[in-house]
């Protein structure tokens, strides 16, 4: 144990970081930031882009497990009227705003 708090001691050391900081992101009370992410991709073969990644993986298990989306409408039909009807004041040119399906 001793040498391991040792070694967690010298990775946060060389991180720039507070300890706690660390410790909150293994306890899964804190996010993964930007500034975090910067840091430990200076862990070999890591990016930013992983550790931003991961966080977002986690944060979309995390919403999927939470939120019920099973009352959104899939029928896009309404939206899919005369080219006059299409919700012309959208600062969107053309058809972008709206499905293929249309």
């Given at each position: 144990?001793?040498?391991?708090?040792?070694?967690?001691?010298?990775?946060?050391?060389?991180?720039?970081?507070?300890?706690?900081?660390?410790?909150?992101?293994?306890?899964?009370?804190?996010?993964?930031t930007s500034d975090t992410a910067l840091r430990?991709?200076?862990?070999?073969?890591?990016?930013?882009?992983?550790?931003?990644?991961?966080?977002?993986?986690?944060?979309?298990?995390?919403?999927?497990?939470?939120?019920?989306?099973?009352?959104?409408?899939?029928?896009?039909?309404?939206?899919?009227?005369?080219?006059?009807?299409?919700?012309?004041?959208?600062?969107?040119?053309?058809?972008?705003?709206?499905?293929a399906q249309c």
């Amino acid at each position: 144990m001793i040498l391991w708090d040792m070694e967690a001691i010298a990775f946060v050391w060389r991180l720039g970081v507070p300890r706690t900081r660390i410790e909150r992101l293994i306890k899964g009370t804190t996010r993964i930031t930007s500034d975090t992410a910067l840091r430990l991709a200076r862990v070999p073969n890591t990016t930013p882009a992983y550790w931003v990644n991961l966080q977002t993986n986690y944060d979309m298990a995390v919403a999927a497990k939470e939120i019920d989306v099973s009352n959104i409408e899939l029928d896009l039909s309404r939206f899919c009227a005369a080219p006059s009807a299409r919700l012309s004041h959208l600062p969107l040119e053309g058809d972008r705003a709206f499905p293929a399906q249309c």
